[in-house]
């Protein structure tokens, strides 16, 4: 099972994580794309290839189960996906 972490500095210097990176656009819709964690995009590249938060944060968890990567990173600095609006997670 993946686990999930609010902050980078839970994650081992070493460790194999995919972040989900939460935010809102302009339209004031959250939306989030998953990538490997410290990895380099623009906030275009960001909005291109996000999707509505929930949906992403279902996508990155098959992706974790699908490339073996055990932890991910639900980087929301501004609050936007709170505990309590994440999907149930499949187990």
Request: hydrophobic fraction near 45%.
């Given at each position: 099972m993946t686990r999930i972490i609010?902050?980078?500095d839970d994650a081992r210097v070493?460790?194999?994580?995919?972040?989900?990176?939460?935010f809102q656009l302009h339209d004031g819709d959250v939306r989030a794309c998953v990538v490997?964690?410290?990895?380099?995009?623009?906030?275009d590249?960001?909005?291109?290839?996000?999707?509505?938060v929930a949906q992403a944060y279902r996508d990155a968890l098959a992706?974790?189960?699908?490339?073996?990567v055990t932890t991910l990173w639900?980087?929301?600095p501004?609050?936007?996906?709170?505990?309590?609006d994440?999907?149930?997670?499949?187990v």
């Amino acid at each position: 099972m993946t686990r999930i972490i609010e902050h980078r500095d839970d994650a081992r210097v070493d460790e194999e994580l995919f972040e989900l990176r939460v935010f809102q656009l302009h339209d004031g819709d959250v939306r989030a794309c998953v990538v490997p964690a410290d990895f380099a995009v623009t906030l275009d590249m960001m909005a291109e290839m996000s999707e509505p938060v929930a949906q992403a944060y279902r996508d990155a968890l098959a992706l974790c189960d699908k490339e073996n990567v055990t932890t991910l990173w639900v980087h929301d600095p501004l609050s936007l996906f709170p505990l309590g609006d994440r999907p149930e997670r499949e187990v």
